[in-house]
């Protein structure tokens, strides 16, 4: 039986290293919002907390897709740049070593997700 997965324009790539990219930077989402939750100031954390939820949530799909070969997964990329851009600016409003810590991720992975999805764009 003939299967599909060899027409996607982006079959037999090795994303490996995106993916892990990808979860370290869901996972510094993860820890960031955590983190941010005990604070003394939970309100002025709100914002933060917010975004670092749904970067984690696009992060993690993102590499879901990736990992399965979807058909979306380098168009899908273009959302996960832009909110890891979107975190990265918000923590990096913060001093907090964990914001840090996440806003470099984000960025990282921002970059990483830009590289990958460059062909997607134009289509």
Do not use: P
């Amino acid at each position: 039986m003939e299967t599909k997965k060899g027409n996607h324009h982006h079959s037999n790539h090795n994303h490996d290293a995106l993916i892990q990219t990808l979860l370290d930077c869901a996972k510094a989402c993860e820890n960031c919002a955590q983190a941010s939750l005990e604070e003394d100031d939970v309100t002025m954390m709100a914002h933060c907390i917010e975004l670092d939820r749904d970067c984690a949530d696009i992060c993690f799909q993102g590499a879901r897709y990736l990992l399965r070969d979807a058909e979306i997964s380098h168009k899908y990329l273009m959302v996960c740049e832009e909110m890891c851009r979107l975190c990265a600016e918000e923590c990096g409003k913060h001093s907090h070593d964990h914001c840090k810590k996440c806003a470099e991720s984000c960025r990282k992975c921002a970059e990483e997700c830009h590289k990958h999805h460059g062909e997607a764009a134009l289509k």
